[in-house]
């Protein structure tokens, strides 16, 4: 048994902030990390145009002014490699390894309310004991394979893009297989595709993509923006994103039809996430979701070459926004390579896998490799995996069995001294991650500060304050187009998970602003003793 004032599970962005945090606190911390690197979502996720949608320099870390202007990013929207590399040099600069427990996975966390500390047991049977467990674990950390009947049949190599090989993977003159056309599906395709002999894309539902655009990052324009970062920076925290480029412009409906499109197209040429950031109404009006939608289904149809995949290709079924937008280089135009082929598995649904492929209603087709870009069992996923037990034993997987349910998304009732990063009830994953991790590490350090100068050894998020704010979580996205899509944000992507929308909709400087006044209030809805 080791004794700590603090565990953190996860090193991930949140996970080395947090720990970072603590030991300025003065306290004595550990980070469990079932992976043999830091960098989390970026340490497993490897798949070739893997890539953030979110540019590089708001996704970094805004803690440190030496730090942020010692690094270089040398393209507008970092690739996995380079964000890797990032978060090596982090563990590094700040000496976060020595405290930091590699190839360990946390199985079981149990609070001992006598001693008023949590046991948390890894797979390896060591236990560490302390005061203080943060869940640093990721929302999009539990790669969800699909139940494909037959998979064990197959006889060629299946990688999942959220669970990809070390040592990388060469597609030369093979044949693939891909399944997925979400922002991991879309990201690797067309390297794939430069690859492969020939690659098939199994399609469920066809997504909205908005070009990256990327390329290096014009060292006068990097200059430029590390002379104003602090401004960005603040920009970054007032804004719905946690990003600096997000600025609303217009409602949509507001525009005249002409105007319409040459803000759309701008936005277009501007690329990434804008596109549906800039405009007040795209989430909020059918209507103004509507003309935005069809925009990019022009642009779709303009092109591919072959108007019956670009129909294939153009996302009818659900509006605009309400699955995760994705951001691509050259994805719609890699249809037009003689090489790819896509199978619409709505029309064609997959019956079972066979030795050498799988078989759709219509026919076999053979691949040596199948990459399964399916996603994950998000923002519960990471927690429930662990036998989390709080007060009186309640088991939190049992607890959120009907939908997680938390205070701001970082504390639960009936769990003290427990906190969430980033978890359900938070804005995280509608915003830029790596700020919405360090809000969260900042406001539980300041939390933990408090509580510690005042002599309290146990709080706790209490239950009316969490059924408030698990109702406005609902209540908000309710009111928005959000919940009109099967998407992992309503965890619809997992067979038997509730049905209930996870993420804070109302925007991250909304939501820091109200995680604030609770601090300020003497953390209001906290039972403190
Ligand atoms: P996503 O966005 O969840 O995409 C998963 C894709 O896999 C999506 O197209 C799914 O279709 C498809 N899928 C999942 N299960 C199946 C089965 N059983 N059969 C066929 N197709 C299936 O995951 P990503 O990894 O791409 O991205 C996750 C996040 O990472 C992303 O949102 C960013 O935040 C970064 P569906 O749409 O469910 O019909």
Not at 479 to 503: D, E
């Amino acid at each position: 048994m080791q004794d700590r004032d603090a565990v953190v599970i996860g090193a991930g962005f949140a996970g080395m902030y947090m720990l970072h945090s603590l030991r300025q606190l003065g306290l004595d911390a550990t980070v469990i990390e079932r992976g043999s690197g830091v960098g989390g979502v970026w340490h497993w996720n490897r798949y070739p145009g893997a890539r953030c949608d979110v540019e590089s320099m708001s996704y970094s870390y805004s803690f440190s002014e030496e730090l942020e202007q010692e690094w270089v990013w040398p393209h507008r929207y970092a690739m996995q490699p380079d964000i890797l590399r990032y978060a090596n040099h982090v563990a590094d600069r700040f000496d976060l390894r020595r405290d930091i427990v590699f190839n360990e996975t946390v199985v079981k966390a149990e609070y001992d309310e006598t001693e008023r500390r949590w046991l948390v047991s890894t797979g390896a049977g060591e236990t560490f004991r302390c005061r203080y467990l943060v869940m640093a674990t990721g929302c999009l950390s539990v790669p969800k394979v699909p139940d494909l009947p037959g998979l064990e049949r197959f006889r060629g190599r299946v990688l999942h893009t959220a669970d990809w090989p070390t040592e990388g993977h060469d597609f030369s003159g093979q044949t693939v297989g891909l399944i997925g056309t979400g922002s991991s599906g879309i990201q690797s395709m067309p390297i794939i595709a430069s690859q492969a002999k020939q690659l098939t894309v199994f399609q469920r539902t066809a997504n909205y993509s908005i070009p990256a655009w990327n390329g290096p990052l014009p060292a006068e324009h990097e200059a430029e923006l590390k002379r104003r970062y602090r401004a960005l920076r603040q920009k970054a925290r007032e804004s719905y994103a946690g990003d600096y480029a997000d600025e609303y412009y217009a409602s949509v409906l507001d525009l005249s039809p002409a105007e319409r499109e040459v803000q759309f197209e701008k936005r277009w040429q501007e690329g990434g996430f804008n596109y549906q950031y800039a405009f007040a109404d795209v989430m909020a009006d059918e209507r103004a979701n509507d003309l935005a939608a069809e925009f990019v289904r022009n642009k779709i149809r303009a092109t591919v070459k072959d108007p019956r995949v670009a129909e294939i290709l153009c996302p009818k079924d659900h509006p605009f926004g309400s699955k995760r937008l994705c951001v691509d280089t050259e994805y719609f135009e890699t249809y037009n390579r003689d090489n790819v082929t896509i199978v619409d598995i709505k029309a064609d649904p997959i019956v079972e896998m066979t030795e050498s492929g799988l078989c759709t209603s219509d026919g076999e087709y053979r691949f040596d490799t199948l990459v399964l870009a399916t996603g994950f069992d998000a923002m519960t996923g990471a927690l429930n995996a662990i036998d989390i037990r709080g007060r009186g034993g309640a088991l939190l997987k049992e607890q959120w069995r009907d939908g997680p349910r938390s205070y701001l998304g970082v504390a639960v009732a009936g769990f003290p001294n427990m906190f969430t990063i980033t978890g359900p009830g938070s804005p995280s994953v509608l915003a830029n991650m790596i700020l919405a991790g360090e809000q969260h590490v900042e406001w539980i350090a300041g939390f933990i500060a408090h509580a510690e100068a005042n002599g309290f050894r146990e709080i706790e998020a209490e239950s009316e304050a969490q059924e408030q704010w698990a109702r406005a979580v609902t209540e908000s996205a309710a009111k928005t187009l959000y919940v009109r899509a099967n998407s992992w944000y309503l965890g619809s992507n997992v067979p038997g998970k509730a049905r209930v929308f996870m993420p804070y909709v109302n925007g991250f400087q909304v939501y820091a602003h109200a995680c604030e006044d609770v601090a300020k209030s003497g953390y209001r809805g906290f039972r403190m003793s």
